[in-house]
């Protein structure tokens, strides 16, 4: 028999456990040097990680404002994955 201390914390680490367990965003603004949008006024663009098939785990910089409202800056932080890891990457994305 479960002790009702024991199933109340596991009841809750299970709802703390809720969110996406792959990020899409990297520490929002904690990374160096800073790269700052076209807006004005200027804003430090977040990095944000990219889940797409075609660009599947590149991170890159974004306008925070967003596309519609923003001044659409955006910029590749990091270069194109070989086939191998990109494989490998949408095996892991698709058992997440």
Known sequence: MLNSSYARSTAGSARRQSHAPVPYRQAPLA????????????AKAPMWISWSDNNLGRRYLACPRGRSFGCGFFQWVDNETSPFLTRLLLDLRNVV
Request: aromatic share 16%; proline share 17%; hydrophobic share 25%.
């Open 31 to 42: 990374y160096e040097p800073a790269k700052y949008c076209l807006c004005a006024p200027r």
